[in-house]
């Protein structure tokens, strides 16, 4: 299926653990996203690659890494997790960064720090 | 700043039809989008305007004004399964990497 595939869907980790979220489309686009969405649903864009090239980086705390191995990939790392880091993570992609149709997202990272 | 305002929630009965504002505050305008959400699952894309008027595709309706800086989406024949949350999704300029500035949502609940 086509698709943007994000795994784990549901992670539980400890404070002060590493974890890595992964992230692929099989859909052709050439640009993909990181966004946070806290408990009030509020969708928070976290970092875009375009091509590989980063070129959205908001405000996040430099504990979260993005990684672009190629164009279809994009890996979020997380260093030394934190309770506020609770939330749900979505890939998603899209067709250039101006696309009509819009982002298509994965189904999100649930991540519960204990 | 940049803002959109939407309410946070809407109430509606099966089988009527409901309208989800939203009034923008941006630097530059790209087109509006809408997105839905259901509970547990992923935004999907609903529907985009760059221009002014309305874009209809089956059920689902959105309307652009770009003077009033204002559009809505309308939900027509509503089904139970229209339960979700509503997403508008502002596209910013080239500066920005045309990144989307987004709303904070509306829940719409429905009514048997």
């Known amino acids: 299926d086509t698709a943007v595939s994000q795994t784990p869907k549901y992670l539980v980790t400890q404070m002060g653990n590493d974890k890595s979220i992964k992230c692929e489309q099989n859909?052709?686009?050439?640009?993909m996203y990181w966004y946070k969405q806290d408990s009030k649903k509020f969708l928070k864009i976290m970092f875009s690659y375009n091509n590989k090239e980063l070129i959205i980086n908001e405000t996040v705390p430099n504990r979260f890494s993005p990684k672009s191995p190629d164009k279809a990939h994009l890996n979020l790392h997380i260093n030394s997790l934190e309770l506020g880091d609770s939330a749900v993570y979505f890939c998603a992609s899209s067709l250039g960064t101006a696309s009509l149709r819009g982002y298509t997202f994965g189904s999100g990272t649930r991540l519960t720090v204990v | 700043g940049q803002s959109l305002e939407q309410p946070s929630e809407v109430t509606a009965v099966e089988g009527a039809i409901v309208q989800i504002n939203c009034t923008y505050q941006?630097?530059?305008?790209?087109?509006l989008s809408w997105y839905q959400q259901h509970d547990g699952g992923a935004p999907t894309f609903l529907s985009y305007n760059a221009l002014d008027g309305l874009e209809e595709t089956g059920r689902f309706s959105s309307f652009l004004s770009r003077s009033d800086s204002y559009g809505y989406l309308l939900l027509q024949e509503l089904q139970m399964k229209d339960s979700a949350s509503y997403f508008c999704a502002v596209r910013a300029p080239m500066d920005s990497n045309y990144q989307l500035i987004w709303g904070a949502g509306t829940k719409l609940i429905i009514k048997p």
């Open positions: 941006t630097s530059g305008f790209y087109g």
């Open positions: 859909l052709g686009h050439d640009t």
